[in-house]
Structures are given as C-alpha cells and as structure tokens.
C-alpha cells in the first residue's frame, strides 16, 4: 500500500466527531477544508458509497462507513507495526 492510501485512509479516519469538514482539517493543519472534502469524495467514489453522512452534526460515519473506518484503522494499525519492525 501506498504512502499515498495510507495518508487517505488517515485524514478519513480522522473525520467524525467534528463539527465541519474545516473543522477536521484544521485539526491537523494538513490540508485545506476543500482538498478534504476531495479526498473523501475520491475515495467514496472508488468505493462506492458514502462514508461520511455530512448532515450529521457533529459529521459521522455512515453505518457502511462505520464498517469501512474500522477496517481502515486495522491497515494503519498493521502499517504502523510494520514500519515500527523495518526500523529495528
């Protein structure tokens, strides 16, 4: 996988719990609002469907959302561990 897909998955995962899409992105003052709005969307389009139900307040996942954000953070639990054993 990818720096790239890991980076995504990352700034996905992050999402729920904030009030706004500004919200999340300032958090880690990574990227902008709109360039997160993009990636979600990119990567609900590659997949099929919605992740984040953007009426919630504050944002949440989906219930198919749900399922996907928790696979999500088992990949970059393993790539974490997988990098931390490279370093060694």
């Known amino acids: 996988?990818?720096?790239?897909?890991?980076?995504?998955?990352?700034?996905?995962?992050?999402?729920?719990?904030?009030?706004?899409?500004?919200?999340?992105?300032?958090?880690?003052?990574?990227?902008?609002d709109s360039a997160l709005r993009q990636?979600?969307?990119?990567?609900?389009?590659?997949?099929?469907?919605?992740?984040?139900?953007?009426?919630?307040?504050p944002l949440a996942s989906t219930e198919r959302g749900r399922e996907f954000l928790l696979e999500a953070q088992e990949i970059l639990h393993a790539a974490t561990d997988s990098e931390q054993l490279r370093e060694r």
């Open 1 to 32: 996988m990818t720096s790239q897909a890991l980076n995504r998955l990352r700034a996905i995962t992050k999402i729920p719990g904030y009030p706004s899409f500004a919200a999340a992105a300032r958090s880690d003052g990574a990227e902008t």
């Open 39 to 57: 990636r979600v969307i990119g990567v609900e389009k590659a997949i099929g469907f919605q992740i984040i139900d953007r009426s919630a307040s």
